[in-house]
């Protein structure tokens, strides 16, 4: 596109890496922009990269753990208190945890027992990149370490939450992306992506899905159906900087979520939170480029071996 789109849509107020294991056609179509900025909406956006930390050495343990982690967001004068390789620069500080599981009741506890048992299957649908490719799925935006690579069968292909209840077992076979631990043909498969259309909505059973959401997104449409933010997420961007990429600005995005069901990417900060620790870049660490450097390159790894 050469012509800059500003658009607003509901808002959600109202090293090293893990074992690589080995491993309802409900269709609603929505306009084409909402699809659009919802796709776009999961993965490497709104780093900070100005002031990355040391490199890992050898020594660095395999993943980083909670502790860590706590350490480095509770941090003052924006120094670590920990070596965390990057992580807690991931994001603009939308990542969350409201560590302890909140309580449920019996029924909402069987309930998302089969939420999430059937989540699993749908994300093994695809166990390696390479499957989903074969099935037509396209990138959508770069490989980034905590969010992987998101991954989708194109615009209209894709069934949003459009009531206040529960997710259906039909919305739950219809996720908005795969996502994939790497961008290579075997890379595994680590969860999938949700968007909906509505503010506050249930989602899974009980309290403990934190949905999340984007501000000012420029999306720029690639080849084959592919999808970049070369300006990434959750900044000042204006239209005249995205019309200069050629791309259209989204101004906010729907309530998004996350869902780590695979085995070996169960999250540390719960199933349902924004990041994964256990997806990094191939040197262990989770250090970006500059957004504004991203363009299409397909992963925001410094190192770029991803």
Not at 28 to 50: K, S
Request: aromatic share 6%.
């Amino acid at each position: 596109m050469t012509t800059t789109e500003e658009r607003a849509y509901p808002s959600s107020a109202d090293a090293g890496k893990p074992p690589r294991r080995p491993t309802s056609r409900l269709r609603r179509r929505l306009p084409y922009a909402l699809a659009v900025l919802t796709l776009a909406a999961g993965f490497a956006i709104g780093h900070n990269t100005n002031n990355p930390a040391p490199p890992a050495t050898a020594s660095s343990p395999p993943i980083v753990t909670p502790q860590q982690i706590n350490q480095a967001l509770s941090a003052t004068n924006g120094v670590p208190a920990v070596n965390d390789r990057g992580y807690s620069q991931l994001e603009n500080g939308v990542q969350h945890s409201h560590a302890f599981e909140l309580p449920m009741s019996a029924a909402d506890r069987k309930l998302l027992s089969h939420q999430l048992t059937l989540a699993q299957q749908v994300a093994m649908k695809y166990p390696t990149l390479g499957d989903a490719e074969r099935a037509r799925l396209k990138r959508q935006g770069p490989f980034s370490p905590g969010l992987g690579l998101h991954v989708s069968g194109g615009i209209g292909n894709y069934v949003y939450m459009a009531g206040k209840g529960v997710m259906t077992d039909a919305q739950i076979e219809h996720p908005t992306s795969w996502i994939f631990d790497g961008t290579k043909p075997d890379s595994p498969v680590a969860g999938l992506f949700y968007g909906a259309v509505v503010p506050n909505p249930a989602g899974f059973a009980g309290p403990n899905d934190v949905w999340h959401q984007h501000k000012n997104i420029c999306i720029v449409l690639g080849p084959g159906g592919s999808i970049d933010t070369p300006l990434g997420a959750d900044r000042d961007v204006t239209n005249a900087q995205c019309s200069a990429v050629h791309g259209f600005l989204v101004k906010a995005t729907g309530p998004l979520l996350h869902v780590w069901v695979v085995p070996g990417y169960e999250d540390s900060q719960g199933g349902f939170a924004h990041l994964n620790p256990a997806i990094t870049c191939n040197d262990g660490t989770y250090h970006t480029i500059n957004t504004s450097k991203i363009g299409e390159r397909v992963t925001t790894c410094l190192d770029g071996t991803e």
